[in-house]
């Protein structure tokens, strides 16, 4: 069953209706969903569809030749001299009719030769600009795709006519894989499983919440228990260094300062090793709402859940875990915990609800740019976070996020507008909206009959 990825295949469409060259570039990290949403686009059009391996060059060519011939049903005799051979046979091919070609994993093949991006760049110049041959690269290095395809210093740079990087799916999207389950428990599991398609897909509606992240996650025989340590190996050269990095930071150590001490690098190799995971999408660097992104407040955090809920609750207590602890470990361990972890899931949850609902128009104001805010209150000399502020030019929307069994109450809410105060822009148009998993007393939903500047979302319109 495939679900989501309607934006992309609409793109992908799109190009395709133009029936001329295109060259789309498709990336994203492992187990994304690239490939799945690559074969859901290929499924009713004539395609080639190559996906590269880590072997050498000529057994790459060689398959890659099995698979040309294959499609054309021509006799496989030998396969071509080299990779130049074979695009120009397809371009010669395609000269009137459509053809999607996709080189899934191109990376392998740009590490077998190194010249041919520079060969490509070549063959579109003079062959295959003028064919209907719908070129698609796909790689799940990021930082190769960006640097050796996208970037101004590639020798394609100029020749793709788009490109697609594919993200794990939203909270939303997420809750289709999650049928059966109540909607605190689907945000529950997306806290754990993040929205990695592959992921989600091992969640089994017939188990509980508890069996499903202990059977998958806890046990040492779980499909996701080595997942991390796996992907790291597969996408870094030095893997430790990596895991001891976003270890550190699920532990709360969020400034550079602190993960170089805490893992005992310096900060500039720490910073080198970290620009690399935010790279790959595993940690994302943080500031303040409004400052400058070299601020001296940066924080950074893990982005990917899964990666969050495993580094919190697996790596410290792996121990434990492989000694057939598991029950163990989820009662005194995670059950405890999961609340308070949950609190950071519900703000990024509720981020992408706004995100969705300003897409629609259906906010006060069109939101520019969004983010978390902290700082200090210097009259009362403390410090003061404010989970979500949204704005454009003077218009402002402060937001409070609760994942707790209490009602929200009149507390909060005069609470935020005094933190409120402490950010400025007062004498701006200023909304404020609360975000609660368990509801509102009825004080709130008075005070929100009275003043049109509040806004309250619980978990069933979250979902909505």
């Not at 989970?387 to 994942?403: G, H, M, V």
Request: hydrophobic letters at 35%.
């Amino acid at each position: 069953m495939f679900i989501g990825r309607e934006k992309e295949l609409f793109q992908m469409n799109r190009l395709y209706q133009q029936k001329s060259f295109q060259m789309l570039v498709v990336y994203g990290r492992r187990r994304v969903g690239k490939t799945t949403l690559l074969k859901e686009f290929c499924k009713d059009k004539p395609t080639i569809f190559y996906s590269a391996s880590q072997q050498n060059e000529t057994q790459n060519l060689l398959r890659f030749s099995e698979q040309i011939f294959s499609f054309y049903q021509e006799d496989f005799i030998s396969p071509f001299s080299d990779f130049e051979k074979a695009f120009q046979y397809i371009g010669q091919r395609q000269q009137n009719e459509q053809l999607v070609l996709v080189l899934d994993e191109f990376p392998y093949l740009a590490e077998c030769n190194p010249a041919l991006i520079s060969i490509m760049q070549h063959l579109i110049d003079h062959q295959l600009q003028n064919t209907k041959l719908y070129l698609i690269l796909c790689g799940s290095y990021m930082g190769f795709m960006e640097k050796e395809v996208l970037s101004a210093k590639s020798p394609l740079f100029g020749r793709r006519t788009g490109q697609l990087r594919i993200k794990p799916f939203d909270y939303l999207t997420s809750s289709q894989f999650l049928n059966g389950f109540s909607k605190e428990e689907q945000l529950m599991l997306y806290g754990a499983f993040g929205g990695t398609p592959m992921y989600l897909q091992r969640i089994q509606q017939n188990q509980t919440l508890e069996e499903n992240i202990i059977n998958l996650i806890l046990s040492p025989v779980g499909y996701l228990y080595e997942e991390t340590l796996l992907l790291l190996r597969q996408e870094l050269q030095q893997p430790t260094i990596y895991s001891t990095i976003i270890e550190a930071i699920a532990s709360g150590a969020t400034k550079l300062n602190e993960i170089a001490v805490k893992t005992g690098e310096d900060s500039a190799k720490c910073l080198k090793y970290i620009n690399i995971l935010c790279e790959l999408g595993i940690v994302y660097k943080e500031t303040p709402f409004s400052e400058k992104e070299k601020s001296r407040k940066t924080l950074y955090q893990i982005s990917d859940m899964m990666f969050r809920f495993w580094y919190r609750y697996v790596s410290p207590n792996r121990t434990l875990l492989e000694t057939g602890a598991e029950q163990i470990v989820w009662k005194n361990r995670v059950l405890p915990d999961f609340s308070t972890y949950m609190g950071y899931v519900f703000e990024i949850v509720s981020r992408d609800y706004l995100l969705h609902q300003n897409s629609k128009g259906n906010l006060p104001f069109l939101f520019t740019e969004i983010g978390r805010w902290w700082g200090t209150d210097k009259k009362n000399k403390s410090q003061v976070e404010i989970d979500i502020i949204a704005s454009d030019k003077n218009s402002y929307l402060f937001c409070e996020c609760k994942w707790r069994n209490d009602l929200l109450d009149m507390a909060v809410v005069n609470s935020l507008k005094e933190k409120a105060k402490v950010f400025g822009h007062q004498q701006d148009e200023v909304y404020y909206l609360f975000f609660s998993k368990s509801g509102f007393t009825q004080a709130v939903l008075d005070e929100v009959q009275k003043d049109k500047h509040l806004m309250l979302v619980d978990l069933e319109k979250l979902f909505s």
